[in-house]
């Protein structure tokens, strides 16, 4: 249901693009957003947009990263720049999904993408 692609491994202060789609029987997806988690840690949120465009950031990342949309594919971007060693990281993405002939917004995770940032 839901897809994510765009890691790798990036020297310090570079960039990265990451994508995130939805298929399947949808009938409206709504928030859809970013989270990260390294070993031995829980996930943290690093961004989220909703279907209306209005973002959220962690605030490590303000003015670094930049999410959006992409409302007719379904899919979502996370534009990362200045990236950082400790921002090594597994990213993981998740939507919001109303399927086709349901009423509820369940939240569907995408597998996560490796992001290594070496100083």
């Known amino acids: 249901q839901v897809q994510a692609c765009g890691g790798g491994s990036v020297q310090a202060g570079g960039s990265l693009r990451l994508s995130c789609t939805a298929s399947g029987r949808i009938f409206a997806v709504n928030d859809m957003g970013w989270y990260r988690q390294t070993p031995g840690n829980q996930r943290e949120l690093v961004a989220l947009i909703s279907s209306g465009g209005s973002t959220q950031y962690e605030d490590s990342v303000k003015g670094r990263f930049t999410i959006s949309r992409d409302n007719a594919e379904n899919t979502m971007y996370l534009q990362m720049n200045g990236l950082e060693p400790e921002e090594t990281a597994v990213y993981f993405c998740?939507?919001?999904?109303?399927?086709?002939?349901?009423?509820?917004?369940?939240?569907?995770w995408g597998k996560g993408t490796q992001v290594t940032v070496s100083s």
């Open positions: 998740y939507a919001g999904i109303i399927l086709s002939g349901t009423h509820n917004d369940v939240k569907y």
